[in-house]
């Protein structure tokens, strides 16, 4: 069992940068896959970017070249570094993990078991 907690999200104009930051407890002596998702208003979640226990990375097309996903040295913490934001990323963040040495490829939110609650990110133009 691993517990997840968000935090970071905000307010920001158009063009700024936010970073999100995810804390894991519970079992994470295991190796896990953790990512990042979003979802707006009206519009399915949808993966933005993942990373497993050796820092391979998976980005959604959304995210490549303005997002950055990362874990700490104790592979417990993620972040999510997003600049060059734009209105369109405005949704609510979630950090999601499932057990397994490798991420699958595309972030898909059926593959994870275990979810943060969420937290806002609004972009203004």
């Known amino acids: 069992q691993v517990q997840l907690v968000e935090s970071g999200g905000g307010s920001v104009q158009a063009g700024g940068s936010l970073r999100l930051s995810c804390s894991a407890s519970?079992?994470?002596?295991?190796?896990?896959?953790m990512a990042w998702f979003r979802q707006a208003p009206g519009k399915e979640r949808e993966g933005v970017a993942a990373?497993?226990?050796?820092?391979?990375?998976i980005y959604a097309d959304s995210a490549k070249g303005r997002f950055t996903i990362s874990r700490g040295n104790a592979k417990n913490n993620l972040y999510l570094q997003m600049n060059s934001l734009k209105p369109e990323d405005t949704a609510m963040y979630y950090c999601?993990?499932?057990?397994?040495?490798?991420?699958?490829?595309?972030?898909?939110?059926?593959?994870?078991?275990?979810w943060g609650q969420g937290i806002q990110v609004t972009v203004s133009s």
């Open positions: 990373i497993d226990n050796d820092g391979y990375t």
């Open positions: 999601a993990a499932y057990q397994r040495d490798y991420c699958y490829n595309p972030v898909r939110e059926y593959d994870y078991s275990y």
């Open positions: 519970g079992s994470t002596y295991l190796n896990y896959c």
